[in-house]
C-alpha cells in the first residue's frame, strides 16, 4: 500500500504560477509511475501528466503541454508538478496517483491504485 500526499494547491491570477508536490510513503520502486489528475466542478477526472519512478521520463496532456511540467525526487519521494500561464479553466481539484510496479502506464485514472485526497487550485481573474 502507497500513501501520497498532494500539497502546494492555493489561489492564484490568471497567468501566475503555481507547485504542486506529491509525497509518497514508499520509495520509488514500488511504483511504476505517478501522476497528477484534476478534476473541476461538474466534469470528469482529468489526467494531466505522469513520470515514470524509475526513469523519470514525463507525459503530459495536450492541455497542459508546455505550460506544466512534472518531476520526481526518488531520494525524497516526492513528484512535483510545476504550473505556469495558469488559466481559469485549471481550476479544481488536483490529485496525485501511482500506479503498482510492474504495469504499464497511461493517464487513465482507472489504472491507478493509489490516490491522495488532493489539493485546491483556484485560477482568478
Known amino acids: 500500500q502507497v500513501s501520497l500526499v498532494e500539497s502546494g494547491g492555493g489561489s492564484v491570477q490568471a497567468g501566475g504560477s503555481l507547485q504542486l508536490s506529491c509525497a509518497a510513503s514508499?520509495?520509488?520502486?514500488?511504483?511504476?509511475?505517478i501522476a497528477w489528475f484534476r478534476q473541476a466542478p461538474g466534469k470528469e477526472r482529468e489526467g494531466l501528466a505522469r513520470?515514470?519512478?524509475?526513469?523519470?521520463?514525463?507525459f503530459y496532456a495536450d492541455s497542459v503541454k508546455g505550460r506544466f511540467t512534472i518531476g520526481r525526487d526518488n531520494a525524497k519521494n516526492t513528484v512535483w508538478l510545476n504550473m505556469f500561464f495558469l488559466k481559469l479553466e485549471d481550476t479544481g481539484m488536483y490529485y496525485c496517483?501511482?500506479?503498482?510496479?510492474?504495469?504499464?502506464?497511461?493517464?487513465?485514472?482507472?489504472?491507478?491504485?493509489?490516490w491522495g485526497k488532493g489539493t485546491q487550485v483556484i485560477v482568478s481573474s
Open positions: 514508499e520509495s520509488s520502486g514500488s511504483t511504476a509511475c
Open positions: 496517483a501511482a500506479v503498482a510496479a510492474g504495469n504499464i502506464c497511461t493517464l487513465d485514472a482507472d489504472q491507478y491504485h493509489y
Open positions: 513520470v515514470n519512478t524509475q526513469s523519470g521520463l514525463p
